[in-house]
């Protein structure tokens, strides 16, 4: 009993020892990276975690005669409504307009998903 006692004090003095020599997540430093992941990279230059550019994925469009809404990054948002600091100006059948510090962007649907009145109802 002894022996494993020891063997185990010894093990814990060791993992003490060296990964306050590392930079271990576990006593305070960087977390660890997947070593096969790319950095995060725009225009070839490294951008830090916090100043990644802001990605909007519109999924669909519901557009009637009394609500227009856009379904962006899985967030049901009307006319006017913010989403990842910008503002939704306009939702048209399969598309829709945001802007964001003055820039407005144009989200598109793929043609195949959007889906087109055949004949009005009676």
């Known amino acids: 009993m002894f022996d494993r ?38 225009s070839g230059k490294t951008v830090p975690d916090a100043q990644q550019p802001v990605k909007w994925n519109l999924t669909a469009t519901i557009v009637g005669p009394e609500r227009r809404v856009a379904v962006i990054n ?16 306009a939702v048209e059948a399969g598309s829709a307009l945001l802007v964001r510090e003055g820039r407005q962007m144009q989200l598109k649907l793929h043609q195949a998903a959007v889906k087109r009145t055949v004949r009005e109802a009676p």
């Open 5 to 42: 006692l020891s063997g185990r004090i010894a093990a814990g003095a060791m993992l003490l020892v060296f990964g306050w020599m590392s930079d271990s997540p576990v006593f305070g430093g960087e977390p660890l990276r997947d070593p096969t992941r790319p950095p995060n990279t725009v």
């Open 74 to 89: 899985d967030q049901a948002v009307q006319i006017g409504q913010k989403i990842d600091g910008a503002v939704l100006l």
